[in-house]
């Protein structure tokens, strides 16, 4: 009996929420009621909290419509556009830092600094990708004008991601997100490793975006609205079997997009079957989005089960971190490599959410900012390598320091940085995650995260080893038949600017990361939404 | 079994309907092995979680019905996801001549 | 009971039992023509139950999509790789369907016993009715307007997507180099994830 009252109580407490709430729909429908049309037109949308991605949106169609003029002219003008449209929208975003927060097109949105943070890291990875992807387009003979169209409306879905705050909005930009991704990963249309590795992620993630609607739908059930901020508010006053049935779908999908053990078998055969520029991109980007989708789902809307969710994402890191970088050590295939090391960096940022506080925060932001550029700065060289050479084993980098320095020097200056050695950008984002998680008595999670880096330090090292210690008789046919360095054909510079530039990021970014540092803590303290969870967070701590 | 019969058909019976699809859905995505066939299993998913959301629409959220916009959206999604699924499937098809997905299955861990 | 109550259940017993026995047909039938007509079926009974909900716009987007496109999309790619395959036998084919089988009851399982469980907040507001179709044109211009706007970018993505993967013709040269161009095979020494192609 008393399980029924307390059960109807929580629900009457349920109704109360949702009468108090704020809620575009019913204010919505109250001006409607009343007003002539002309009052519609008064609601503020706000919209230009998505001047960032309109202005992606802009390059995408310019950019279709100059490949409309034959393949000649979009390898001259498409790089142009999409650089012009990115570096907008990095201004745009800079723009809205700090600024004050208002949601936009009436709860759907919301630019605050966590949203402005990813969505900054996502369009840096776009542009990163884009620079280092022209001229292995070109020799492969894909169509460059849709390629980078593609990638944008990627990019334009995992912004709209990181900002959006109601159901549908999630859903929908995800789905963009994802959709591109597949097409993306299937582009080189001949090869049959490609296609088999876009019909593998395609039906892995159709089936994930279905278990992901399933628990939304209960969500909506649940608390009738689709806005994050209604459902977070009804599920503090339900802990009925339905909230944990929705935070176990929900769950499974954000480990999905996160490519967390054992969630992760997708990962392995995508990045080795896709193109290699458009894996730099889903290795960062789309994980980058991933991440923000967590935080807002299940810090913002999971807020009442805390311990729940924290104990299933404790799990996941182990995982991660274990599976991943066990696994990397026996990979000979580059890219391979560093799928199962990107699974284990996952697993390094979950630390940090599954903290929950400031620092931890902070960290995370701050860990992927580092990793867009020790990752896509390893990319670049990788892709520089194939292009040459047009192979990406582990043992025909041997004695590559004599042919290449530049490969060299950046894919080891990469790697270390990856591995977390110090003085590299990779190392401070390191210990400022493994930092918080100690503050936080988090114990189990920093023990393995520190086993697992040296674990990683061995496979990562070894691979420089076969770049630097090998003497010029031991080179690898490859390499001894290494072409002449050619940097004046078209694509070639871009590629160089976005090696050199990741690299110089990596290497010296760490003795000044000061600045990224507060950039992180600015992040964090901008954001409503966190700034509460750390808040119950403390209460829980001291009660 | 009358009483129960009377109470139809109440927002429980969607649900399980819903439930029921969903769950030969999985079924169907985990052992077709024709291509074609898991593409068709997650389409019964997505239509399960359609049932979901149009019968909270019309019991839980009947004035504003939102539910029934978001099943709008999931059938445009599933549309775009079934074309590039479709398109995908053939570029493969063309490279490898069949759509036994045990002969695409070479994930090795 | 009325007897615009019992012509109400007799629809929705019938309507679900073709939802669910047909989506048993789409899984379970060999022959994949007939799965794909089966899965008309299932959208279409599916339409049914959404008008049995009052909600007549969604009924007849789900006739014109899942039915007009969506089906007729999978015929035509069935169509298309019609090969006859005579798949390899795999051992131990029917321990894992009966596994996967129990694995899925017991997700049903949970599903329902949640589903019976939760106190749903019943009866909600009263239903709009006939009004429904103007309400979601509202919704999609006010508080839905940005999903609205974004699904267009991923139909018209997704449509140049398709058509770029399904086109046949590729660029045959490196356009800047005038190379004979080598689509997916820049990394020839990748080990293939695939055997070579088939006969």
């Known amino acids: 009996m008393t399980v029924g ?20 729909g019913a204010s919505l429908l109250a001006t409607q009621a009343m007003a002539a049309p002309g009052e519609l037109l008064n609601l503020s949308l706000n919209a230009s909290a998505v001047l960032p991605e309109a202005a992606v949106l802009l390059a995408m169609i310019a950019t279709l419509l100059v490949d409309l003029a034959g393949e000649k002219v979009a390898t001259r003008w498409v790089p142009p ?33 966590l949203a402005v943070a990813f969505r900054a890291v996502i369009a840096l990875s776009t542009l990163l990708s884009l620079l280092i992807s022209w001229r292995y387009a070109e020799k492969s003979g894909t169509p460059v004008g849709e390629y980078a169209a593609i990638l944008l409306a990627a990019t334009l879905g995992a912004m709209l991601l990181c900002g ?18 597949y097409l993306l990963s299937g582009y080189m249309k001949r090869d049959a490793r490609s296609s088999e590795a876009a019909l593998k992620y395609l039906l892995v993630g159709s089936a994930a975006a279905a278990v992901f609607l399933y628990g939304s739908s209960l969500l909506y059930g649940l608390s009738g609205s689709t806005s994050l901020d209604t459902i977070g508010l009804a599920l503090q006053s339900s802990t009925t079997p339905l909230a944990a049935l929705a935070l176990v779908f929900v769950l499974a999908t954000v480990a999905f997009k996160i490519a967390a053990v054992p969630f992760h078998q997708w990962t392995p055969d995508v990045y080795e079957g896709s193109p290699t520029p458009v894996v730099a991109f889903l290795s960062v980007g789309s994980k980058a989005a991933g991440f923000a989708l967590a935080l807002r ?13 924290k104990l299933l994402f404790t799990v996941l890191a182990v995982l991660s971190m274990t599976l991943g970088n066990v696994v990397a050590l026996a990979q000979t295939s580059m890219k391979r490599m560093l799928a199962y090391s990107s699974i284990g960096q996952a697993g390094f940022v979950m630390i940090g959410m599954v903290c929950g506080t400031e620092d931890g925060f902070a960290a995370m932001v701050l860990y992927m900012a580092a990793y867009l550029f020790m990752n896509l700065g390893a990319f670049a060289c990788i892709i520089l390598f194939s292009i040459r050479t047009g192979s990406d084993r582990i043992s025909d980098y041997a004695g590559l320091y004599q042919k290449d320095p530049l490969i060299t020097l950046g894919l080891s200056l990469c790697l270390l940085s990856l591995g977390g050695i110090p003085p590299m950008l990779g190392f401070f984002g390191k210990i400022y995650l493994f930092f918080a998680g100690w503050a936080n008595h988090q114990y189990l999670l920093v023990v393995v995260g520190l086993v697992t880096s040296v674990i990683s330090i061995y496979y990562y090292i070894s691979v420089i080893k076969m770049m630097v210690v090998k003497e010029p008789q031991e080179a690898s046919d490859v390499v001894k038949a290494y072409p002449d360095v050619n940097w004046s054909l078209m694509g070639m510079q871009p590629l160089r600017v976005a090696l050199i530039g990741c690299v110089a990021i990596t290497a010296v970014g760490g003795i000044l990361s000061n600045p990224l540092f507060q950039w992180a803590n600015t992040a964090v303290a901008g954001t409503p939404l966190l700034q509460q969870a750390i808040a119950l967070s403390s209460l829980k701590g001291l009660g | 079994m009358s009483d129960f019969l009377a109470t139809l058909p109440s927002l429980q019976a969607y649900l399980l309907v819903a439930a029921m699809l969903f769950c030969i859905g999985v079924w169907g995505l985990i052992n077709s092995r024709n291509a074609v066939r898991v593409l068709m299993s997650i389409e019964l998913m997505l239509n399960a979680v359609n049932i979901n959301l149009m019968a909270f629409s019309s019991f839980v959220d009947g004035d504003l019905i939102r539910g029934q916009v978001f099943a709008v959206f999931v059938i445009t999604v599933a549309a775009a996801e079934a074309a590039v699924g479709l398109a995908i499937l053939l570029s493969l098809y063309r490279n490898r001549v069949t759509v ?3 002969q695409f299955n070479l994930l090795r861990w | 009971m009325t007897i615009a109550t019992t012509t109400e259940l007799i629809c929705f017993l019938v309507l679900s039992a073709v939802v669910v026995i047909g989506a048993l047909g789409v899984v379970l039938l060999s022959n994949i023509v007939y799965s794909a ?8 009974a599916v ?18 999509v899942y039915v007009g496109a969506i089906n007729v999309l999978i015929l035509f790619a069935i169509m298309l790789v019609n090969k006859r395959e005579d798949l390899k036998a795999i051992a131990n084919l029917t321990t894992r369907r009966a596994v996967s089988a129990g694995v899925c009851a017991g997700l049903l399982a949970l599903l329902v016993r949640v589903v019976v ?15 429904a179709t103007a309400r979601i044109g509202e919704h999609l211009f006010t508080d839905y307007l940005l999903p609205f706007e974004v699904a267009s970018v991923l139909l018209l993505m997704a449509m140049i997507g398709a058509i770029v993967l399904a086109r046949r013709d590729v660029l045959a040269t490196d356009v800047v180099t005038g190379e004979v161009a080598d689509q997916g095979l820049i990394e020839k020494a990748r080990t293939p994830l695939l055997m070579n192609r088939a006969e």
């Not at chain 1, 059960?7 to 809620?23: I, L």
């Open chain 1, 5 to 24: 009252a307390s059960s109807a109580a929580t629900v009457a407490a349920a109704q109360r929420f949702q009468a108090a709430m704020p809620d575009m």
């Open chain 1, 81 to 113: 556009i999409c650089y012009i449209g990115l570096g907008s929208s990095l201004v745009l975003l800079a723009l809205q830092w700090n600024a004050p927060l208002e949601p936009s097109f009436l709860g759907a949105f919301l630019a605050d600094n």
């Open chain 1, 164 to 181: 959006a705050t109601d159901l549908v909005s999630v859903f929908i930009s995800l789905e963009t997100l994802s959709v591109a991704s």
């Open chain 1, 297 to 309: 789902i299940l810090v913002g809307c999971f807020g009442a089960f805390d311990d729940q969710w």
């Open chain 2, 100 to 102: 036994d997905m045990e």
């Open chain 3, 37 to 44: 007509f089966l899965l008309g079926g299932v959208f279409t």
């Open chain 3, 47 to 64: 339409a049914g139950l959404y008008l049995l909900l009052n909600a007549s716009f969604v009924a007849m987007a789900q006739i014109l």
């Open chain 3, 117 to 131: 469980t939760t106190p749903w907040s019943l009866p909600g507001p009263p239903a709009v009715g006939e009004e």
